[in-house]
C-alpha cells in the first residue's frame, strides 16, 4: 500500500509545484536559507514561521486523506488548523529537561522537489529526525509539504490523520485503519476502544483492553505502536520490555521504530541492542551524522569494547565535524583506550573550535578524563599552548 500513498502524495504535491526546471547553486542556497529560517524560528520557540511555510490546504488533504473522520472533527481541524497543527508537531517530540533545538543536517533541491534532514536533541542525548519533503509554491516560495518522523515512527500527515480518527472513532472508521479488512465485530470494538483510551489519555485502560485482545489484533502495526507509546512512559516496568520485545519479534528489520528503541535500550544497558537499533536505523533511513555515532560510541565503551568506541566517535568526527558531541566522544574513547597522545587531538579541536579551556583542574572534575590530567602526552601538549 505504501506505493499508493507515494502516489497519492506525489500528486497533492504536483498540484503546488512551479514549473519544473533546472536549479542554480544560487537558487538552492537560497531555498536552504528560507529551511533555515524555519528552524531558526522553531529554536527561538515560535511555530509562525513553521506555519507559514506549510501549504493548509495541501497539507489538509493528506490528513484527511482516505480516512473516515467525522465532519465535525474535521471542522474543528480545519477551522483552527495552525494551533491544532502546532500542538501534535510539540507533543510528537520526546519529553526533555531541557529545550529542543533542530539542527539542519541535509538539505537538497532538484528542480522543483527537495529533501531537509532536521535533527531535534532533546536532554539526556536523545534525538528526533525529521525527514521534510520540500516543494515550491507559484511563486518560488519555499514549502513544508510533509515529513517522516522518525521518533513517532510514522509520516506526520498519517499521525495526525490516525489522531483525528481516534478522537471520534467508529466501526467504519476503526475498520479503515487496520490492515487487516477481514476482522471480525468484536475485534473492531476491542480496537475502537482502545483507541477511546488512547484519545483520553487513559494509560490503564488502554492496558486493560489491550491484554485481553484477540491474537489478530497483536499483528496489526498500529496497536502495537500505540502499545510502545504508551508502555515506555514507564521504562523500567516489565510491561515496556514486553512491548519493545514485541516490536522488535514482529518487525524484525523495521527501522521506522528503531530510534524510539534506542533510549529504552540505553537506559536498561542493553547497549548491543541500542547499536543494533541504531544501525537499523541508519540503514534504513540513510541518515549518518555525529550524533549517532556518538551514542554508538557511548554504548561500545560502556561495554568495555575500545576498539568500537574509538571507531564510532571517529567516524562521528568524520560525517560532521563540527559536531562537539563527536569531539567528546572521541576524546573519552582515546582516553579509555590509554591513546594519551590522540587523546590530545581531541583536546585540540574542543580548545580551538569550541571554545573550552580544558586545563588539569576542569579535567579532574571529569571521572573518565581525570587520570589524564597526570599523563606525560596531556603535560607536554598543555606546555605547548601556554
Known amino acids: ?84 497543527l502546532q500542538g501534535m508537531f510539540v507533543s510528537s517530540f520526546p519529553q526533555s529537561k531541557s529545550e529542543i533545538l533542530g539542527t539542519l543536517i541535509d538539505f537538497q533541491f532538484s528542480e522543483d522537489q527537495g529533501q531537509a534532514v532536521v535533527r531535534y536533541a532533546a536532554s539526556g542525548y536523545r534525538y528526533s529526525y525529521h525527514v521534510y519533503e520540500l516543494g515550491l509554491d507559484s511563486r518560488g516560495r519555499m514549502l513544508i509539504v510533509d515529513w517522516l518522523d522518525y521518533f513517532q515512527g510514522n509520516r506526520f500527515s498519517d499521525e495526525a490523520g490516525q489522531a483525528l480518527v481516534m478522537a471520534m472513532p467508529s466501526k467504519p472508521s476503526t475498520r479503515n485503519m487496520l490492515q487487516n479488512k477481514t476482522l471480525g465485530d468484536g475485534e473492531i470494538f476491542q480496537a475502537g476502544e482502545l483507541f477511546k483510551a488512547v484519545r483520553d489519555k487513559e494509560a490503564e485502560r488502554f492496558f486493560q483492553i489491550f491484554d485481553g485482545l484477540d491474537p489478530a489484533l497483536l499483528k496489526e502495526p498500529m496497536v502495537l ?30 527501522h521506522l521504530n528503531s530510534l524510539r528503541l534506542v533510549g529504552y535500550f540505553i537506559a536498561n544497558r542493553q547497549y548491543e541492542e541500542a547499536i543494533d537499533a541504531i544501525e537499523r536505523f541508519q540503514e534504513g533511513s540513510g541518515i549518518r551524522d555525529g550524533a549517532m555515532e556518538s551514542v554508538k560510541s557511548a554504548a561500545a565503551l560502556a561495554m568495555g569494547n575500545l576498539d568500537d568506541a574509538e571507531k564510532h566517535a571517529l567516524q562521528a568526527t ?69
Open 1 to 84: 500500500m505504501n506505493w499508493i500513498r507515494n502516489l497519492a502524495a506525489t500528486a497533492i504535491v504536483a498540484g503546488l509545484m512551479a514549473p519544473a526546471a533546472a536549479m542554480t547553486d544560487a537558487e538552492v542556497d537560497e531555498l536552504r536559507a528560507q529551511f533555515q529560517n524555519v528552524i531558526d524560528g522553531l529554536n527561538d520557540d515560535s511555530f509562525d514561521r513553521f506555519n507559514r511555510a506549510i501549504s493548509k490546504k495541501d497539507m489538509t488533504a493528506r490528513i484527511f486523506g482516505g480516512r473516515l473522520i467525522e465532519p465535525d472533527v474535521k471542522q474543528a481541524f480545519s477551522s483552527d488548523f495552525a494551533s491544532s
Open 225 to 254: 505502536r500505540l502499545n510502545l507509546q504508551l508502555s515506555l512512559v514507564f521504562p523500567e516496568s516489565p510491561r515496556a520490555a514486553n512491548a519493545v520485545q514485541m516490536i522488535v519479534d514482529t518487525f524484525p528489520d523495521d
Open 318 to 386: 568524520v560525517v560532521e565535524p563540527s559536531l562537539e558531541l563527536g569531539w567528546w566522544s572521541l576524546l573519552r574513547a582515546r582516553t579509555r583506550a590509554k591513546d594519551y597522545d590522540g587523546a590530545t587531538e581531541a583536546l585540540t579541536r574542543l580548545e580551538d573550535e569550541f571554545g573550552h579551556t580544558l586545563d588539569a583542574a576542569k579535567l579532574k572534575r571529569d571521572r573518565f578524563l581525570k587520570v589524564l590530567a597526570d599523563k606525560q602526552e596531556y603535560l607536554n601538549w598543555r606546555a605547548s599552548r601556554e
